[in-house]
């Protein structure tokens, strides 16, 4: 068995190793690729502090960089006995990677491997909620001019569109993409160089990693950078958690609209599951399991505080077991948002719905409106249509006139093209990619 890092010649009871191990290892492979990077830029500073000779330097960064193309090609595994992917990845580095540790901590090391795989992770996510989003809007353009019935309460309420409805799940994902930019910004900033949250006497170069691992800026002090742990993380599980909420809802509203009870949409039957009995059916068993894995997603914020909520400041073992709800989160999520996107893309939808006369009463709005700019007062002709509709003698007027901004005739989609566009704008995802690639390529 390999021994620990923290080796003092004590034999730790196997009981208390698995224990406090847990799932780590595992977890750890999530990790793999960024403690590489963090170990490359860790260790050019060293060498421009005087801490490393040029030599040892150009080894440790030529083994870094063949640890690194083993991880990409996934032949690289945490082997039995070693503890974790810092202690894998310095054990593979031979005689030279022992110099690797000076002036930092286990703690700031798993402090820049969340912060380089959350913001890698909220850039993949954003790309395919932009995806979505340009589905929805797609979607919306093409049915703008179908009417569907509007709903308050689960009770037909007044017209609406597909269009304002795919519409209005685009914008819902301008506001997630929004908490996105947010978390992204606070991911980017390094905490290397606070070694186990008190600093180092190194003379360290905090601004140099900084600049060669891409990040916006460092955590200044360094007890706050460690406290960042398990804080960073519930910022940005919220902000996936809004992107669920929005899937959620969506998902609710599709097994609602494509159930006969309504006929409002019909799904690709290729997106559809069967029965074992009934051989009429067409489940939309994606839709209800997005429903579950979204809800579940949206719990993973509450499990992080609950975690963390009555920590004072200093490192913990605590902050270990949110590894293991919070870096499985984002590829749950982002399969969701790509099953959604598939979806919406194929999905058709009903062009007559309003014909049937159970839906007339949804007009009587448009028939009070239209009294009252004809110069009866607004409540003298509620008072009006609502009598006739007691009376069995109301009748419907079809034709819909919405012109103010937002509404059936107005869509301003191209307005909410543009809120997105200029948030997409604001990630300095170019920067960063070009930081890595320097550091892997050099």
């Given at each position: ?384 249509i609502g009598l006739a509709i007691e009376d069995g003698k109301f009748k419907p007027n079809k034709e819909i006139h919405h012109t103010h901004a ?37």
């Amino acid at each position: 068995m390999a021994s620990k890092l923290w080796d003092k010649k004590i034999q730790v009871d196997s009981d208390i190793e698995r224990y406090t191990i847990g799932k780590d290892a595992e977890m750890d492979m999530y990790l793999a690729s960024y403690d590489v990077l963090g170990s490359m830029a860790h260790a050019t500073m060293l060498e421009h502090v005087g801490l490393l000779s040029n030599d040892d330097l150009q080894a440790l960064l030529k083994g870094l960089r063949s640890i690194y193309k083993e991880i990409e090609k996934g032949n690289f595994k945490i082997e039995d006995g070693v503890e974790d992917i810092h202690s894998q990845v310095e054990l593979m580095l031979g005689e030279v990677g022992k110099k690797l540790h000076s002036g930092r901590s286990r703690n700031d090391q798993v402090l820049v491997d969340l912060k380089l795989f959350t913001r890698a992770k909220i850039q993949e996510l954003v790309a395919s909620v932009n995806d979505l989003f340009e589905t929805l809007i797609a979607q919306s353009n093409l049915y703008k001019d179908v009417l569907m019935p509007g709903y308050t309460h689960l009770q037909i309420a007044m017209p609406s569109s597909f269009g304002l409805w795919f519409a209005a799940y685009a914008e819902s994902l301008v506001d997630d993409m929004q908490l996105l930019l947010s978390a992204y910004k606070i991911s980017n900033r390094n905490p290397l160089g606070s070694a186990a949250g008190y600093g180092n006497s190194f003379p360290l170069d905090r601004q140099l990693t900084t600049d060669l691992l891409g990040f916006d800026s460092m955590d200044y002090n360094v007890i706050y950078a460690q406290m960042g742990r398990g804080k960073t993380e519930r910022i940005v599980a919220n902000a996936l958690a809004s992107v669920a909420a929005t899937l959620s809802k969506l998902a609710f509203d599709s097994c609602m609209f494509t159930s006969q009870n309504f006929g409002f949409m019909k799904l690709a039957p290729q997106y559809t599951t069967g029965s074992s009995i009934m051989p009429h059916k067409k489940n939309p068993d994606v839709f209800e399991l997005t429903r579950a894995k979204c809800n579940k997603i949206q719990g993973i914020p509450t499990q992080i505080t609950l975690i963390t909520n009555n920590l004072p400041s200093g490192y913990f073992r605590d902050l270990q077991i949110i590894k293991e709800i919070y870096l499985p989160m984002f590829d749950e999520l982002m399969d969701c948002v790509e099953m959604v996107r598939n979806m919406m893309e194929k999905v058709s939808v009903n062009k007559s719905i309003l014909e049937d006369s159970k839906y007339d009463l949804i007009f009587s709005v448009e028939e009070v409106n239209r009294l009252t700019l004809s110069g009866v007062s607004f409540r003298d002709a509620y008072k009006q249509i609502g009598l006739a509709i007691e009376d069995g003698k109301f009748k419907p007027n079809k034709e819909i006139h919405h012109t103010h901004a937002g509404s059936i005739g107005n869509l301003c989609n191209d307005k909410i093209q543009s809120l997105m566009s200029s948030l997409l704008a604001e990630f300095p995802f170019e920067r960063v990619e070009s930081a890595e690639k320097q550091l892997i390529n050099d």
